[in-house]
């Protein structure tokens, strides 16, 4: 071993108390890899069969052995401090200047265990991006990104990495908090010739088939500890009616739990479809243009002649009478 000590000493230049202060700091490493190893393998059999209770303690786990280590190195490389609370303010003071954003993310990080906005699972839209979360890192989570490739919400198969700061930047939407479904609305246009009311009723007998109401007590219950209060005084499906530019807008508004919302929507679309087919006095509206001529829609003053009448009787057009210019106005 002294061999080793004066060799490093001459051709690196590295003095004893450095060679030791490094053996202690690979000794700890390999201490803290060898009981993370024994960590795991006990939690791989404890929760075999439950995967995502194994993946949040493997990870509380992971976090503690991380954070022993760097005290036991820290306590190492900076001798002489031998209080906690003076090691952690030195430390937090270097890092706050060197390493702003990843203090931000780590912040954040402890945000999300502490509050927790979210958990893994949840499916949440965090500033422009969307999507189920599948991890929850130190300085980072990561998203299964759903929709803006895709004109739905379900999975573009992309992973997305968000820094945990984001938490105190952006506005968060967590789908799956408080209560497991959310509102959705199908808007269906018709004509003003149509009959409305026959297709409201089609309607509601459409959503009562593929949209039953939710029952109030399970509705209660489904609120996560009561953490949050959210009141509905109407749980059943209802359809609005609206005057529109184009039409009568009927919005079928109905609780659907968010990752069922697209195949619900197309049920419910395909049996509308199904149900106007035979009734002739139903039409969707859409964007259209009309053509409008007036003396082909017949429409004149009583008394008055139009070209066309002209041309009918005599067989050729009147002859625009031409008025002369008042002298005067030269």
Do not use: C
Not at 98 to 127: E, K, T
Not at 159 to 174: A, D, R
Not at 201 to 229: C, E, G, Y
Request: glycine fraction near 6%; charge should be neutral.
């Amino acid at each position: 071993m002294e061999i080793i000590r004066n060799l490093f000493q001459t051709t690196l230049g590295i003095s004893p108390e450095t060679q030791s202060k490094l053996f202690s700091t690979l000794l700890i490493i390999f201490i803290l890899w060898a009981f993370r190893l024994l960590i795991h393998r006990f939690l791989d059999r404890r929760f075999q069969n439950e995967p995502r209770v194994l993946y949040n303690s493997r990870k509380v786990a992971e976090y503690v052995v991380v954070v022993f280590g760097i005290f036991l190195i820290g306590r190492i490389w900076l001798e002489g401090i031998q209080s906690l609370a003076t090691y952690i303010g030195l430390l937090s003071a270097g890092l706050a200047i060197a390493l702003q954003d990843l203090i931000i993310n780590l912040a954040g990080w402890l945000f999300i265990l502490w509050q927790r906005p979210f958990i893994v699972g949840d499916r949440i839209v965090i500033g422009d991006v969307a999507g189920d979360v599948i991890n929850l890192g130190i300085f980072e989570f990561n998203l299964l990104e759903i929709g803006n490739i895709i004109d739905a919400d379900q999975s573009t198969g992309r992973i997305v990495h968000v820094p945990n700061g984001f938490v105190f930047k952006e506005s968060l939407v967590n789908y799956s908090q408080g209560i497991p479904y959310i509102w959705h609305e199908i808007p269906v246009l018709i004509t003003f010739e149509s009959d409305w009311e026959k297709a409201k009723t089609i309607l509601n007998d459409i959503i009562n088939i593929h949209a039953p109401a939710i029952d109030r007590d399970v509705f209660m219950r489904s609120q996560q500890a009561k953490r949050f209060v959210v009141s509905y005084s109407t749980l059943t499906p209802i359809i609005y009616t609206k005057v529109v530019e184009s039409g009568v807008r009927l919005t079928i508004r109905y609780l659907i739990q968010p990752r069922r919302r697209r195949g619900s929507e197309q049920a419910i679309w395909e049996a509308i479809l199904k149900a106007f087919a035979p009734h002739w006095d139903i039409d969707f509206a859409y964007p259209t243009q009309r053509e409008y001529l007036h003396f082909r829609e017949g429409k004149k003053p009583p008394g008055s002649r139009t070209i066309q009448d002209a041309r009918t009787q005599t067989g050729q057009y009147p002859r625009p009478t031409v008025i002369p210019p008042d002298k005067d106005d030269d």
